[in-house]
T-cell receptor, first 112, second 114 residues
Framework: SQQGEEDPQALSIQEGENATMNCSYK?????LQWYRQNSGRGLVHLILIRSNEREKHSGRLRVTLDTSKKSSSLLITASRAADTASYFCANPTQGGSEKLVFGKGMKLTVNP | NAGVMQNPRHLVRRRGQEARLRCSPMKGHSHVYWYRQLPEEGLKFMVY????????ESGMPKERFSAEFPKEGPSILRIQQVVRGDSAAYFC????????????FGDGTRLSIL
């Protein structure tokens, strides 16, 4: 299976703290993507990191990619209550349809 | 700039009925993906379409499920003779093309089977 897995599966922190989520995948990739899903809503694309990139920043988000370990991490700095959501990593299959293969997700709760 | 629009947001059907889920991609996007999400799970790919063509339906159950993306109008995911196990959230995503392009998701249709 190509399915990625997020770790930990649930994380509860206080506002202002940093949150780190890890993702492992099984096959070679062209890119890895992180999405956020608020309860009852669709997925919102956060950041895409290409296989030749090691780190990428977007606002309070920092993503790293280690292709030798087939892993990625998402760091959210200075978390806010509004960051409470489920977070998914996903990699598109190479060639063909580039359908996204998702992990089960990680539920982040930021307490005010 | 309207995002991906899905309707209805909630759909209730009795066993044996048909369910039709609609998806209008973002303007300028010609690639549509359908995914299914069970509670507390990630999304699972079902089918990938471009205008008038099914490109990859490897995630679609062989029976009762069909999808289309006509030249005019939204993409439709159709489930015939629904069963309890079809209860899930169905998401549509669109992208402008392939090659390191993120997919943009709608808010989904939550299908409940009585």
């Amino acid at each position: 299976s190509q399915q990625g897995e997020e770790d930990p599966q649930a994380l509860s922190i206080q506002e202002g703290e940093n949150a780190t989520m890890n993702c492992s995948y099984k096959t070679s990739i062209n890119n890895l993507q992180w999405y956020r899903q608020n309860s009852g809503r669709g997925l919102v694309h956060l950041i895409l990191i290409r296989s030749n990139e090691r780190e990428k920043h977007s606002g309070r988000l920092r993503v790293t990619l280690d292709t030798s370990k087939k892993s990625s991490s998402l760091l959210i700095t200075a978390s806010r209550a509004a960051d409470t959501a489920s977070y998914f990593c996903a990699n598109p299959t190479q060639g063909g349809s580039e359908k996204l293969v998702f992990g089960k997700g990680m539920k982040l709760t930021v307490n005010p | 700039n309207a995002g991906v629009m899905q309707n209805p947001r909630h759909l209730v059907r009795r066993r044996g009925q048909e369910a039709r889920l609609r998806c209008s991609p973002m303007k300028g996007h010609s690639h549509v993906y359908w995914y299914r999400q069970l509670p507390e799970e990630g999304l699972k790919f079902m089918v990938y379409l471009q205008k008038e063509n099914i490109i990859d339906e490897s995630g679609m159950p062989k029976e009762r499920f069909s999808a289309e993306f006509p030249k005019e109008g939204p993409s439709i995911l159709r489930i015939q003779q629904v069963v309890r196990g079809d209860s899930a959230a169905y998401f549509c995503a669109s992208s402008p093309g392939r090659g390191n392009q993120p997919q943009h998701f709608g808010d989904g249709t939550r299908l409940s089977i009585l």
